[in-house]
């Protein structure tokens, strides 16, 4: 839930990672972490598991500094991608303001996007969330592979699989080149402050 | 403040916030992640590359009203199908190795995540391609490879765990010859490692776990050979080491640990653990040793007792192979040869059962002589004293069943005590002359009144005693394999008066 405390004059935001195993959400985090100004990002947060899946989740605050007198701060979160960790990524969703969905791009991951995405959908809805009213902005990663012979699915597919309704934004990305890693993070960025002020000051008014 | 200049005021804040968020949230240097190990790796900025142009340009958000994360143009464009072409038109005739290799590279890691025919099929497709400039010993690895996948698609179950790491020993000395041309030894080396575990697999003759140990091995080679040497590796253990452990060494470049610095701490880290594992066997041995020698010679616990010994033996024999594989001195641990188990070692005659000292796992020596004609044998540690033994003092001992050691004087004033040993030496000779032992035959007390006898021989133990009456004076020998003899303890005389 993000904080918007007007006496101390913070604000607080928390955006998801979400995402089938092994699809790169934690690569993301890792590119911005890596590839950032140290005063703009915090310490990350990460269980290391030698280039093995997200145990729990990942956590890298970032800190925008002073804006018109406030604190603003956004927290970045993924969670574990396998399909058996339902419960942590119930528990790490609560409270989200924005999401990144990190679809990947192999054919052979279809079903599991589509699996996934479900997945994001229903336990937003248990939290009284809908899926078109949050931020959301979807990447799909892994795009370099299609210039290879391993069987990658087209933008197209992806679009139909998981966008078709929703028509929310989309960046093509190779998070382990840093290729659409810092696009994503802008636009959720951007979308969610709108999100979070719209939600509690304009709401007040 | 009113409505209007609060909204104001949040769109004011929105905004700059906005514009934070593009000023901050930008990549201060160019990095790249390794997949599979999450590896982060700074990138040195390269002149403008095509590839990246044409990839660049299919990163754009496809969402028309998304901020465009890289400009296009109709040149660039241009610039991309042109290249397309190139690369279609040279595919037809021979693929450039780099390019061939990355595909091979990237089929590989696809493979790694998934077995599936479709992967497969790529895979040896891409493996079928001719490719310009590889020698003859090289162009052997893609047909090696390409037979290996229809192995493995042919029994994905079962071939899969010694397949896999066979196909990236191939791609390994791919890697190595390609792009690594100063090494052309060591591509040589990493190929012939390769081309060795892929025929493995292909003539499929080979029972698949020694198939996939030699695998192993066979990898270890080959990342050796992309790393320093085993004798630079073990020139610098060496130091480290102090040159205790040489043979060492070379276990740690066969651990493949890669960049020498890390090697040399390794090798020290390596000795350190090996010298700490043998020091724990050896004091798990000597913890043993006591209780196996406890055990011994305790009636109903042969069975704890065989378990521990057998334990025992198994540590020593661990610890003195280890031992000797890193070329230190293997000092066994001393076990008291009491704990040898009487009817285990000394399948001893328990008075009465017909029984023979062992040769090798009995007592070191042993009082010898004859007793009826039949060689016998006693513990050292149970025999207090021996002496001639007169046919009267036979006769008397025999009558009341029990020998005084007071008879042992020789002269009113003499000692008893200088002249026994063992428990006996450590009592005063007022209680050594009060002491009686009783008189036992040797198949039994109803043989024991022969009166042929001219040696006694008294014996005691933990307050159990008895005095026996044999032919000869008893000699304290090292058992020998053509002397063998029945064992007398007071344990088997107590069981044969029972």
């Known amino acids: 839930m993000a904080l918007i405390d007007l006496s101390r004059k913070e604000v607080h935001c928390k955006i998801v990672y979400y995402g089938p195993g092994r699809g790169g959400k934690t690569t993301n985090l890792l590119y911005i972490y890596n590839a950032m100004n140290n005063g703009v990002r915090g310490k990350m947060l990460t269980i290391e598991t030698k280039g093995d899946r997200t145990l729990f989740f990942d956590l890298l605050p970032l800190n925008l500094g002073k804006v018109n007198g406030f604190d603003v701060r956004i927290q970045l979160y993924t969670v574990p991608g396998q399909t058996i960790y339902e419960a942590t990524r119930k528990l790490v969703l609560k409270g989200v303001d924005g999401v990144v969905f990190v679809a990947d791009s192999l054919r052979v991951r279809r079903e599991k996007n589509i699996e996934s995405f479900n997945d994001l959908k229903k336990n937003l809805t248990e939290y009284g969330l809908s899926i078109e009213e949050i931020p959301l902005v979807l990447q799909y990663n892994k795009r370099d592979l299609a210039n290879s012979a391993i069987p990658t699915l087209s933008v197209d597919e992806l679009e139909s699989d998981l966008n078709n309704e929703l028509k929310a934004i989309t960046f093509e990305a190779t998070a382990t080149k840093g290729i659409g890693v810092f696009e994503t993070l802008k636009e959720i960025s951007k979308n969610t402050i709108r999100y979070v002020v719209k939600k509690h000051l304009l709401a007040d008014i | ?498």
């Open chain 2, 1 to 498: 403040m009113d409505q209007k200049e609060k909204l104001n005021e949040i769109r004011v804040f929105t905004e700059e916030v906005e514009g934070t968020i593009d000023s901050l949230f930008n990549p201060a240097k160019k990095i790249e992640i390794d997949p599979v190990t999450n590896e982060v790796r700074e990138v040195m900025p390269e002149p403008v590359d095509e590839e990246a142009v044409e990839f660049e340009l299919e990163s754009a958000p496809s969402v028309s009203d998304a901020p465009s994360a890289e400009e296009s143009d109709s040149v660039e464009l241009d610039l991309t199908l042109e290249l397309e072409s190139e690369v279609d038109s040279s595919t037809e005739t021979t693929a450039p190795p780099e390019e061939w290799l990355r595909k091979i590279q990237e089929h590989m890691m696809t493979l790694e995540w998934e077995v599936t025919p479709e992967i497969i099929e790529n895979f040896s497709h891409t493996l079928k391609e001719p490719i310009t400039g590889l020698p003859e010993d090289i162009a052997v690895l893609p047909d090696l490879m390409v037979q290996a996948l229809s192995i493995l698609r042919s029994e994905t179950d079962n071939s899969a765990g010694s397949v896999l790491p066979a196909l990236k020993l191939g791609l390994q000395a791919l890697e190595k010859y390609i792009s690594d041309t100063d090494h052309e030894t060591k591509a040589a080396h990493a190929t012939e490692a390769a081309v060795k575990a892929l025929k493995k697999i292909v003539s499929g003759g080979q029972d698949s776990r020694e198939s996939e140990s030699e695998t192993t091995q066979a990898q270890e080679t080959v990342q050796t050979a992309g790393a320093p040497s085993a004798s630079d590796i073990q020139d610098h253990t060496a130091d480290l080491v102090a040159g205790d452990t040489p043979s060492l060494d070379l276990d740690e470049a066969s651990l493949g640990l890669t960049p020498a610095s890390e090697g040399m701490g390794a090798g020290t880290t390596l000795a350190e653990d090996i010298m700490e594992h043998l020091e724990v066997l050896r004091k798990s041995t000597e913890k043993i040793a006591p209780v196996e020698a406890l055990l011994a010679g305790r009636e109903g616990l042969e069975k704890l007792y065989k378990l521990l010994h057998g334990l025992r033996t198994d540590l020593e024999s661990e610890r003195k192979k280890l031992c000797q594989a890193v070329g230190v001195d293997f000092v066994p641990v001393q076990v008291e040869k009491s704990a040898v188990h009487p009817q285990q070692s000394a399948p001893a005659k328990a008075a009465g059962h017909e029984s023979h000292v062992p040769v090798n796992e009995g007592p070191e020596q042993l009082f010898i002589t004859h007793c009826d004609g039949v060689k016998v044998a006693f513990l050292p540690q149970e025999v207090c004293c021996h002496f001639k033994a007169s046919s009267k003092m036979i006769k008397k001992s025999l009558k009341n069943g029990s020998f005084a050691l007071a008879q042992l004087k020789k002269w009113p004033w003499s000692k008893i005590s200088k002249l026994v040993s063992g428990e006996l030496a450590s009592l005063d000779d007022k209680a050594l002359q009060k002491l009686t032992l009783p008189v036992k035959g040797f198949q039994g007390s109803e043989k024991a009144s022969s009166g042929e006898k001219r040696w006694g021989i008294a014996l005691f133990k933990n307050n159990r005693g008895a005095v026996l009456f044999v032919d000869d004076e008893p000699q304290l020998v090292a058992p020998s394999k053509d002397s063998e003899s029945e064992l007398i303890t007071l344990e088997s005389l107590s069981r044969s008066a029972a």
